[in-house]
Structures are given as C-alpha cells and as structure tokens.
C-alpha cells in the first residue's frame, strides 16, 4: 500500500507539544514519510475527513483548557451536528501533555480521544499520557508510545525497501535558508516591523501595540526578598478593550549582554544582515521577522536563548558537531538512556541554552546559520493578569509583576526572560515602548448587582480581583469579599490603603492572613475555615461565585469548602479557577 501524508497537528501553550510534534515531523522524514505539522487553529478543520494518517499532540492548560491556538478547532470538533461517520476513512493516535498534580491531567488529550472515536475514526494506539511530575518528564511515556507508533505506521504503509532509514546523526536539511548581505539596506523598519503604535486593526501577536510605559514602581518593601512591580502602560489610540479577568501578553526580548555572548561563541556579526528563504515551496517565513532582518534583531526578539533546552536541542546539535568528544557527550545527553543525567545537566539548575552552547564552544562555533531557527525555539510571549479597570482608569492598563529571580548550584543566578526585562526598564530615563496585547481570560464576573462574590488571592494573585473590584465598584455591585494573604503587613500587602478606603465606604469586605507575623503560620486556607459560616451562607443561600488566582493556590484554598457545614457539592458550578500568576 503507497504511504499516505501524515498529518501532525499540535496545540500547545508553553511549546512542549509544539516541540513533540516537531519531533514527529523529523522521524517521520528519516523514515522516507511525507509529513505536515500544523498548529491545530492554522488547519483547515474542514478538510480533516480527507485525511487519512493523523497523530493529534495536545497540551492541556490550566484548569483542563485547550491551549489558545486550538481552541477554534475545539470548539468546531465538538459540534452536535458532525455525523458519526464524520472521520471513519481516518487513523489517528493522540499524545497528551499535562501534569499529573493538576485535577484535570490530561484532560484535552482524553476528551479529544473520545470524540475522534465517537466521529468513526480509528485508534492506531491506546491513548499516550505525558506527566511532567514523572522524573524522566513526558519522555517517559513518550519514548516507548512514539516507538509503537512507528511499529504500526510502517506496518501498515510501508516504505520501498530501496529507501533506507536516515540514520539520526545525519542532520536533515534546515528549513530555511538564510542569506547573507553584503552591506546593510539603506532603509530599514526592524524596530517597527509588526509592532506599532498606531496599528491599523485590534493589537495581536502579530501586531502587537507598542505601549508607552508610564510607571514602573517596586510595590513590595526594601528589605522584602521578593522584587514586585507596579507597571502601567498608556494605551490611548491602540484600540485595546478589557474586562476584568482579561490578560495582557507581552513579548519580551534577550539581555543586550546575552546577545553578545551569543554572537562571540557563534562567530556571529551582530550588525550583518540576512533574507530568509524557506527551502520547501508551502512554508511560511515568520511574519514576526522582517525582511531583511539583522542578526541583532533575530537573536533579541525571537530566538530564546534564556530558556531551558529540551531534548530536541541536543539531538540538532549532535547532528551538526564536528568535535568528536563533544559530539559524545550531546549524543548520550540526547539518548533515551541519558535522560537523566540530562535532567541533572539542564533541567535541574535551570541551565540555558546560551549557557549550554557555551559549554560545547568547538560545537557552537560551528553551527550553520541556516540551522538557527531550527535549533532554537522562538521567544514566548508571557501573560500577565490585567490589575486595573478601564471603568477606573480610562485608557491605562496596569499589571502587577513578581520579577522571577532564585539560585541553583549554578553561579550566575536564574532570572525570568520577561520579568527582569520589565524590570530593567525606566521611564523616568526616556521613552520606553513595550508590545503588547489583550486576550480574553479564563475569569468572567456576574453581572447581577446583588450577586456576591467571593475572591481567593493571596500574594500578585490578587492582582485579577482588583480589577474585578474596581469594576464592581465602578457599577454599584456590593458584595464584594476578598480574602488576601501575603507575607507581612509592612513589606508585601499590595494595595492596602486601597482597600481599606473600600472597605470604609462599604464596598467591600477585606480578610488578610499575614502568615510570618505570628509563630504560627496563617494562610488564606484558615481564614476560609474561619469563617466558613459566612463563606457557606454566601453560597449556598445568596448565590455567590467563588473564585482562586495565584500560584498553587487553588488545591489548598478549596479544602476548606470540603469541611463546610451542609457542604453538598451542588454550588461547584460558580467555583472559578484564575491563572497561576507564573508569568516569567
């Protein structure tokens, strides 16, 4: 039977199920199969019952969310009106990514297993769950699934015999091409290429708008060990709606000091410039990229060289070392029997990828700048809760910003990519610009005036729920009750005259744990058992919502609910689950 196309497509929040399908993508050209990798919202979901061979790679988010850029395929897959024949010409298998101390582990991998069965397609595999809890992580799971999938794949389509397997220390060809300048454009828009500050259509990662920062204020006490910004941003003239409970993402760029480290260990001219060309006809350059674009600007706004790299990275480089030791060791680092000294070597002490490429310098120097965009994943952007209310401050749009810095057993401390960056930057110097855009956040409000609502946040995962409360207060909505909790009342309790000021006029009910102020440690969780009388009563008996923001905040905060008086479970739908505030 001729080999038919296979199909790979991905959702993917943080890049892992980008980088698994990728890797798909490459194990099926070293076996001589035609193969596409798609993200599942860049698909044409309507052309799926045409498809014979499909691997589906999914992430779950949050609180068991499909990833954003599958969410319209999602919602398409799941109509009630698709046939139940809809997908019986298709194969398919389905790789879940999750974390298996979340309640919802996998969950968009399994209901997405379901339906494909329910539409008439047929499973070439048991359904695959990746755990990033397992010590090995998702390879774990992955590397014995991906080799039964093979198995069955090139059973049932398999190649001619004369087209052997290319061997995995043969690189493949790069994706693209990049071709160098003699001299640079007379003219160039690097710094407004997408970005702008009067964009044509609403603000999107594909042009974001370039915000003049106002303020960038440390909010926490000087002698507390945690950085915490107050940012705000002027947004007249950008076209930018939000509500409370939306998120702002923010495309962040590499240190100036690591883009230089990064050219010197690749023998790189930071100021040459480069078109790029995509070496297979159907494959879209990046449209974050401009054409022509200088080094300086590849490796500060799009190549991630502050993250950690996965496996993939090491196996790309092995490929392209010509130092036979180095060679060695990037081959054990990329194996499935090296997988933990790996964890040891990169995962563990938060290594990077410039400090990898640093580490391997014969290799480093070596690469061919047509493999960049192969090797190094593109700069995520980070989301941040929105902290103020348009109803409060009309054409601002603020974000509170816990700035991530911590020590391993490596020398130069770990610093979060966006956080620091944020951090760097000071208005008070000159004009300083930051692109950004709005998405809608897992977080919606009543809009009933006498429904109450009960909000969880201890620490910047307060930061929602200011929004939320100065937009209530902004329409006259009472029934606002706050539970806040934070280190100290002098060092780290964000807003505290704003509340009280709330609090004096009646427009809101403020309970505080200050867990280091007492021998005993008090959190948000005890205050909750506290007063869970009140709690109970305002859910089972006025209707209220319920809802949790911070980081690791929701498990701990709910046990409470579990031991109140009566407690019956039936108000669980007016629980609400906000984001993790892990922005970095």
């Known amino acids: 039977m001729p080999s038919p196309g296979l199909l790979v497509l991905f959702g993917s929040q943080t890049g892992t199920a980008q980088d698994v399908a990728e890797r798909l993508g490459r194990d099926a050209r070293r076996r001589r199969l035609d193969c596409r990798v798609q993200a599942l919202d860049s698909y044409s979901v309507v052309n799926l019952i045409n498809e014979p061979l499909v691997v589906f790679v999914c992430a779950t988010a949050g609180q068991g969310e499909p990833p954003d850029n599958m969410k319209n395929f999602w919602r398409f897959i799941f109509r009630k009106n698709l046939p139940s024949t809809s997908l019986c010409q298709m194969d398919f298998a389905v790789l879940g990514l999750g974390d298996s101390s979340y309640a919802k582990f996998n969950f968009v991998a399994k209901k997405l297993y379901r339906r494909l069965l329910q539409l008439g397609g047929s499973a070439l595999l048991p359904l695959c769950l990746g755990d990033d809890q397992h010590e090995l992580g998702p390879d774990a799971a992955v590397d014995p699934w991906l080799h039964d999938l093979w198995e069955k794949v090139l059973w049932l389509y398999p190649v001619p015999p004369d087209l052997g397997v290319i061997p995995t220390g043969v690189p493949l060809p790069s994706t693209f091409t990049l071709h160098f300048l003699l001299e640079a454009?007379?003219?160039?828009?690097?710094?407004?290429?997408?970005?702008?500050?009067?964009?044509?259509?609403?603000?999107?990662?594909?042009?974001?708008?370039?915000?003049?920062?106002?303020?960038?204020?440390?909010?926490?006490?000087?002698?507390?060990?945690q950085d915490v910004r107050l940012i705000e941003f002027d947004i007249t003239g950008s076209g930018l709606s939000f509500a409370a409970g939306d998120v702002v993402l923010i495309q962040p760029e590499n240190r100036a000091s690591d883009l230089g480290r990064f050219c010197q260990a690749l023998g790189l001219d930071p100021d040459q410039y480069f078109t790029l060309q995509p070496r297979e006809p159907g494959v879209p350059c990046p449209a974050q990229l401009p054409q022509p674009c200088?080094?300086?600007h590849l490796v500060a706004h799009y190549l991630d060289i502050a993250s950690v790299p996965r496996r993939s990275f090491f196996e790309l480089l092995a490929c392209l070392s010509p130092h036979e030791l180095e060679r060695e060791k990037l081959l054990q680092l990329s194996s499935p029997q090296g997988q933990e000294e790996l964890y040891s070597y990169c995962n563990r002490p938060r290594r990077t990828i410039l400090e990898v490429l640093c580490d391997f310098p014969h290799t480093a120097g070596a690469i061919p700048a047509d493999y960049l965009l192969d090797l190094i994943p593109l700069i995520r952007p980070r989301a941040f809760s929105i902290a103020s209310s348009l109803l409060a401050h009309p054409l601002r749009l603020q974000i509170l910003v816990a700035v991530v810095q911590y020590q391993t057993r490596l020398k130069e401390p770990r610093r979060g990519l966006c956080s620091s960056w944020l951090a760097s930057l000071d208005p008070g110097q000159g004009p300083v610009y930051v692109p950004l855009w709005v998405r809608p956040g897992g977080l919606t409000f009543p809009e009933?005036?006498?429904?109450?609502?009960?909000?969880?946040?201890?620490?910047?995962?307060?930061?929602?729920?200011?929004?939320?409360?100065?937009?209530?207060?902004?329409?006259?909505?009472?029934?606002?009750f706050l539970f806040f909790g934070c280190r100290w009342r002098d060092q780290d309790f964000y807003w505290e005259a704003e509340w009280l000021q709330l609090e004096r006029k009646g427009c809101l009910m403020l309970f505080t744990a200050f867990s280091r102020e007492q021998e005993r440690?008090?959190?948000?969780?005890?205050?909750?058992?506290?007063?869970?009388?009140?709690?109970?009563?305002?859910?089972?008996?006025?209707?209220?919502?319920?809802?949790?923001?911070?980081?690791?905040?929701?498990?701990?905060?709910?046990?409470?609910?579990?031991?109140?008086?009566?407690?019956?479970?039936?108000?669980?739908?007016?629980?609400?689950?906000?984001?993790?505030?892990?922005?970095?």
């Open 448 to 480: 009933t005036p006498d429904t109450p609502v009960i909000m969880v946040g201890p620490g910047t995962g307060v930061a929602p729920f200011r929004a939320a409360i100065q937009e209530r207060v902004a329409r006259d909505q009472t029934g606002n």
């Open 294 to 296: 200088s080094v300086r």
């Open 185 to 225: 454009p007379r003219t160039c828009s690097e710094e407004q290429h997408g970005a702008s500050t009067d964009p044509q259509g609403p603000p999107s990662e594909w042009q974001p708008f370039l915000a003049p920062m106002v303020t960038n204020q440390r909010v926490t006490g000087p002698s507390h060990f």
């Open 521 to 584: 440690k008090i959190y948000v969780q005890h205050r909750l058992r506290e007063l869970g009388p009140l709690v109970w009563d305002l859910l089972d008996r006025q209707g209220a919502y319920f809802y949790l923001a911070g980081r690791r905040v929701g498990s701990l905060a709910l046990m409470p609910l579990t031991t109140l008086p009566d407690s019956s479970g039936h108000c669980a739908s007016r629980v609400r689950h906000g984001p993790e505030e892990f922005s970095c």
